[in-house]
């Protein structure tokens, strides 16, 4: 932490002036227990300072840049040095190896390359934990299933949603869960529930972990799921930090949801002191008598910007999710739809499938709304369409939200 402050301070600029306007003249000034004092940083920040205002290492010691994947609009853009790409492939390799990878492994990697942190985490992590990584990245089911009929690896990494996407497909050529290799999968880069985690270890055959981190901190490997985590994710605490904040600002106990904030004590190409970033979880502490020592954190049940508020009522799309898929009739494929055509009476609109083109639309859609009012206390109109017919997410993020707003 004291070095951290000290490396921003020595950087000048955005952060460091709101360090020594919040009193602190050098890393000594603050410990772990002063944190919660000192001030935020945001997505607001690094936009209103695009594309590298926030940079703290000098231009030569940028080895790479990655970006997010724009999801709320704008894009981001991070540089890292040399040293901040260690840091990542030893929180990826960590994540891997928790997960069960070994040396012997065959990462089949369909997250995307690119800016986008997804590919290249995972890619790097593979090779650092000295197994193999194939860098198939999104995209072309034909090349992806056959690489996996020749190759058989172990380990499939990509977005949840593209996850339900490749099983499926498979399927319909005729392939099933048994004659894939498939052992491990992780899966993150976007909100997913229980639900569909039952849907995709039975689509593919495998043990489906989450895995979670966004770009501004480092990309994936901020936390990981691990075989022996009870279903909590484990942080990479020691090299971010992890702080939970209510909406006003003021941290909340342990094991309570509020927006995660996250301060990197280790990076030095753009190093964040408590950075916000929107995503809703809880933290909580390591499995007791645990050798993992490193807190946890639930998974992410959405970020803050696509809550959806209908007549005074908040709702995450992914507990829309989860009410929905444990209807076994309904397929996981949906949309919400925040309908704001008429201000004075906003609806809640949500598109699913069934899994059988025989289910009986009414049925379904009554059943379905009866069970999204009692479980989330929220009135919706639900309409059933034809299986196949709601948009897959056939490479990277699935959009589950949409929104129609007045005059649309
Ligand atoms: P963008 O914000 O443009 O999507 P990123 O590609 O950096 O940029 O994605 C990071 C975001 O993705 C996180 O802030 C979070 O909202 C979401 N995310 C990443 N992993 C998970 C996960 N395992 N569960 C839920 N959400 C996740
Ligand atoms: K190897």
Not at 178 to 197: C, H, K, N, V, Y
Not at 350 to 360: F, K, Q, R, T
Not at 364 to 374: H, W
Request: hydrophobic share 40%.
């Amino acid at each position: 932490m004291q070095r951290l402050v000290d490396r921003l301070l020595a950087a000048g600029g955005v952060q460091a002036g709101r360090l020594r306007d919040s009193g602190v003249r050098r890393g000594s000034d603050v410990g772990l227990d002063e944190l919660h004092q000192l001030p935020f940083v945001t997505k607001q920040d690094l936009w209103d300072h695009y594309p590298f205002g926030l940079r703290a290492a000098p231009e030569t010691d940028v080895v790479c840049i990655h970006g997010t994947s724009g999801t709320l609009g704008r894009q981001t853009l991070v540089p890292y040095t040399a040293h901040d790409m260690d840091v990542w492939s030893e929180v990826m390799a960590r994540a891997l190896a928790g997960a069960g990878v070994t040396r012997r492994g065959l990462v089949h990697n369909a997250f995307g390359y690119g800016l986008f942190t997804g590919g290249q985490g995972l890619h790097q992590g593979a090779m650092r934990l000295g197994a193999s990584v194939l860098p198939v990245s999104g995209g072309g089911t034909d090349l992806q299933l056959r690489l996996m009929l020749d190759l058989r690896p172990d380990v499939l990494c990509c977005t949840p949603s593209y996850a339900i996407y490749l099983g499926e497909s498979f399927r319909s050529t005729g392939i099933t869960a048994d004659q894939l290799s498939l052992r491990i999968g992780l899966f993150g880069a976007e909100p997913w529930t229980e639900q569909m985690r039952i849907e995709i270890e039975r689509l593919l055959g495998l043990r489906a972990l989450n895995i979670y981190g966004l770009t501004e901190i480092i990309g994936p490997g901020v936390a990981c799921e691990s075989l022996d985590s009870e279903g909590l994710l484990n942080i990479a605490e020691d090299h971010f930090y992890p702080e939970v904040i209510g909406t006003d600002g003021e941290p909340v106990p342990d094991g309570e949801p509020g927006e995660l904030v996250f301060t990197t004590l280790t990076k030095t190409g753009l190093p964040l002191l408590r950075y916000r970033t929107g995503d809703v979880a809880a933290v909580c502490g390591p499995v007791p008598g645990s050798a993992r020592t490193l807190r946890r954190m639930t998974r992410v049940i959405g970020r803050s910007d696509d809550m959806l508020i209908i007549r005074g009522v908040n709702v995450f799309p992914a507990e829309v999710e989860a009410v929905l898929l444990e209807d076994d009739r309904v397929a996981p494929h949906y949309l919400v739809v925040e309908d704001r055509r008429d201000s004075s009476r906003p609806e809640l609109r949500i598109a699913v499938e069934p899994y059988s083109a025989a289910e009986d639309a009414a049925v379904l859609e009554r059943d379905l709304a009866a069970a999204l009012q009692q479980r989330l206390g929220i009135t919706c109109v639900v309409r059933m369409f034809a299986p196949g017919h709601i948009p897959r997410a056939t490479s990277g993020k699935a959009r589950r939200v949409v929104r129609w707003n007045h005059g649309v």
